[in-house]
């Protein structure tokens, strides 16, 4: 079972994501490279970009960093990597004595590498996408999640239905979904909220600020209570685009530890209101109910008919159980996205 130590002893992942564009080989030197330095879990992401994003799905990150202005094309980029590769990871992680993870972002690939997974990890945009929450609660596994975009209360909402659905062993970490997120942006005193509000859940950080000599941001974090700390890692951090130039490299993951007096600006005020930069990520980064497939008026509307896919324009995940069982009320196409006309009243 997986148990993170305390905020002296934190659980580091470095997460790869899809830093190693498709290159099996880089990937793996990548693992090496966070063993090496001292970090306990290698992380990387799975998903397909057709059950991840609309074709229409807009950015949510910087341009200047990262030119793509479709998620589905940059998505499309690096989902080449299936089972046979994450096994191939996964081997190479117990080889060098770290953990592997990867983040699930379609309710197939939960299925597909369950097996490997030692805990999951829920991605902040997902923090709403009911199906997926359920899916991952069933495989009886630590579930850690991280909170961006997100206040409080959808927070809470979102603790519950894990319970509800199985889940004994709930992470929150606290995170900024801007890519990078400015150090006024970070509120690393969120931290404390969490802790107060879920006294029994055990609180991490997820950090996107751009990587400083100090690791300010980071060591806050620690002196919060956090006891997981999350950063994107890179062989490259010169190297355009994607996670690369908010992420830590092996420089940065082997002197992680370092302290330095710079607090006010990253505490900020403790709370997450009014945080106007993460509007577009709430609004293009989270998901709406689609059609799964055609189907005919008087349908009614089971698991298999809807799919959450981004952007958040359209009906939420979050009204999935209650869609479900209503009749259809004039026929629709297959990612089509759902709206209230489309259901008898």
């Given at each position: 079972m997986f148990k993170p130590n305390d905020s002296l002893t934190p659980y580091i992942i470095a997460e790869i994501g899809v830093n190693h564009g498709g290159d099996i080989n880089l990937a793996k030197k990548m693992i090496r490279q966070i063993a090496k330095a001292g970090a306990q879990c290698a992380k990387f992401q799975s998903y397909k970009a057709e059950k991840i994003a609309a074709l229409e799905s807009p950015s949510y990150w910087d341009l200047k960093k990262e030119s793509t202005a479709s998620q589905y094309e940059l998505f499309q980029k690096y989902d080449s990597f299936g089972e046979t590769e994450y096994k191939e990871l996964k081997d190479e992680c117990d080889r060098v004595g770290i953990d592997f993870i990867t983040t699930p972002f379609d309710l197939e690939v939960v299925d597909e590498l369950d097996s490997l997974q030692k805990f999951y990890k829920v991605a902040s945009a997902d923090i709403t996408n009911l199906p997926l929450l359920k899916k991952i609660s069933e495989k009886n596994?630590?579930?850690?999640?991280?909170?961006?975009?997100?206040?409080?209360?959808?927070?809470?909402?979102?603790?519950?239905?894990?319970?509800?659905?199985?889940?004994?062993?709930?992470?929150?970490?606290?995170?900024?979904?801007?890519?990078?997120?400015?150090?006024?942006?970070?509120?690393?005193?969120?931290?404390?909220?969490?802790?107060?509000?879920?006294?029994?859940?055990?609180?991490?950080?997820?950090?996107?600020?751009a990587p400083e000599k100090t690791f300010l941001?980071?060591?806050?974090?620690?002196?919060?209570?956090?006891?997981?700390?999350?950063?994107?890692?890179?062989?490259?951090?010169?190297?355009?685009?994607?996670?690369?130039?908010?992420?830590?490299?092996?420089?940065?993951?082997?002197?992680?530890?370092?302290?330095?007096?710079?607090?006010?600006?990253?505490?900020?005020?403790g709370s997450k209101k009014n945080i106007k930069n993460e509007a577009l990520a709430i609004k293009n980064a989270r998901r709406s109910l689609y059609f799964s497939k055609t189907l005919k008026a008087s349908h009614k509307i089971s698991e298999d008919d809807l799919i959450c896919l981004r952007p958040g324009t359209g009906i939420s995940p979050t009204e999935w159980e209650n869609i479900l069982g209503k009749q259809l009320s004039r026929d629709v196409k297959q990612n089509q996205k759902l709206s209230r006309d489309d259901i008898k009243i």
């Amino acid at each position: 079972m997986f148990k993170p130590n305390d905020s002296l002893t934190p659980y580091i992942i470095a997460e790869i994501g899809v830093n190693h564009g498709g290159d099996i080989n880089l990937a793996k030197k990548m693992i090496r490279q966070i063993a090496k330095a001292g970090a306990q879990c290698a992380k990387f992401q799975s998903y397909k970009a057709e059950k991840i994003a609309a074709l229409e799905s807009p950015s949510y990150w910087d341009l200047k960093k990262e030119s793509t202005a479709s998620q589905y094309e940059l998505f499309q980029k690096y989902d080449s990597f299936g089972e046979t590769e994450y096994k191939e990871l996964k081997d190479e992680c117990d080889r060098v004595g770290i953990d592997f993870i990867t983040t699930p972002f379609d309710l197939e690939v939960v299925d597909e590498l369950d097996s490997l997974q030692k805990f999951y990890k829920v991605a902040s945009a997902d923090i709403t996408n009911l199906p997926l929450l359920k899916k991952i609660s069933e495989k009886n596994k630590t579930i850690v999640m991280s909170t961006g975009a997100s206040e409080i209360d959808e927070i809470k909402f979102s603790v519950e239905f894990l319970k509800r659905n199985g889940c004994k062993e709930l992470i929150l970490l606290h995170c900024i979904l801007n890519y990078p997120t400015l150090p006024q942006n970070a509120q690393i005193g969120f931290i404390k909220k969490l802790i107060n509000t879920f006294p029994k859940n055990k609180i991490g950080y997820s950090c996107h600020v751009a990587p400083e000599k100090t690791f300010l941001a980071q060591c806050l974090a620690l002196d919060f209570g956090a006891c997981i700390i999350e950063k994107h890692f890179t062989h490259n951090k010169n190297l355009k685009g994607n996670d690369h130039y908010h992420a830590f490299d092996y420089a940065d993951l082997k002197n992680f530890t370092d302290l330095i007096n710079h607090r006010r600006q990253l505490i900020g005020s403790g709370s997450k209101k009014n945080i106007k930069n993460e509007a577009l990520a709430i609004k293009n980064a989270r998901r709406s109910l689609y059609f799964s497939k055609t189907l005919k008026a008087s349908h009614k509307i089971s698991e298999d008919d809807l799919i959450c896919l981004r952007p958040g324009t359209g009906i939420s995940p979050t009204e999935w159980e209650n869609i479900l069982g209503k009749q259809l009320s004039r026929d629709v196409k297959q990612n089509q996205k759902l709206s209230r006309d489309d259901i008898k009243i």
